[in-house]
């Protein structure tokens, strides 16, 4: 894919390496001069504009990228260009940096934003993630499919340990994407069974994440959960 992200900071670079090392091509567009460095990341495409700016976009062949990363330590610059990238340019994928947590509800499909990364709301997530079973926990939001990535720990009462997936009801909206067990990360086909203290990783909307709890944590987990709401 070729990538375009705004923001040529430590959060951008580490992400520009990162995409070229999983052999993507990456333009960096930076518009402070003290912040382009293109010996960190010599693999990338470097650009010096303000990428707020309609003509800078334009010279820089934004409309030719499949993705566009508003990275910036500015909430109110991450906004402007993603707006940019999805009304003037139809990118087709927009990703922005959330900065600061007050600002998140922002950060929507109305400003052109497809999937928004809030630091805050991430670790959160993962603390959530690490320390909770039995029960479901959001690890992220995609804000223009109106779908998240959710996880449930499996705690030993669970209706289906012990059962294949096949016989686990998954609510329509919902797909169950890994299982990640110990240190394996597995792919799910319809015969593996589950076990007590798998990780199970679901896409799904926001509507069925009841469903979904009800469905693998049984009556009581929807209850306990309920109780705590």
């Keep these: 894919m070729r990538i375009a992200i705004a923001g ?11 995409l070229i090392d999983n052999g993507h091509q990456v333009m960096l567009i930076e518009r402070q001069p003290r912040m382009l460095r293109p010996d960190r990341v010599p693999a990338a495409d470097w650009v010096l504009a303000d990428a707020c700016e309609l003509a800078s976009l334009e010279e ?20 402007v260009v993603s707006l940019l990238a999805k009304t003037e340019f139809a990118v087709p994928r927009v990703v922005a940096r959330v900065n600061r947590a007050e600002n998140e509800w ?32 959001r690890l992220m939001t995609f804000r223009q499919g109106e779908a998240n990535l959710v996880e449930i720990t499996l705690p030993p009462t669970a209706p289906y340990v012990g059962q294949p997936i096949h016989a686990v009801p998954i609510p329509r909206d919902a797909a169950l994407v890994a299982i990640v067990r110990g240190k394996r990360v597995l792919v799910p086909t319809p015969d593996d069974p589950i076990e007590a203290g798998d990780e199970l990783v679901f896409v799904c909307t926001a ?5 979904v709890r009800a469905v693998i944590l049984g009556p009581a987990g929807a209850d306990r959960h309920r109780d705590r709401a």
């Excluded at 040529?8 to 990162?18: H, K, L, T």
């Design 8 to 18: 040529a900071g430590n959060v951008g670079r580490s992400i520009a390496q990162e």
């Design 60 to 79: 820089a062949d934004v409309a030719g990228c499949d993705v566009v990363v508003a990275a910036t330590g500015d909430d109110k610059v991450n906004l």
């Design 106 to 137: 922002l950060f929507t499909d109305q400003w052109g934003v497809d999937v928004a990364v809030s630091k805050p709301r991430v670790m959160a997530a993962l603390v959530e993630e690490a320390v909770t079973v039995g029960d479901l926990v």
């Design 207 to 211: 509507a069925v994440e009841d469903d």
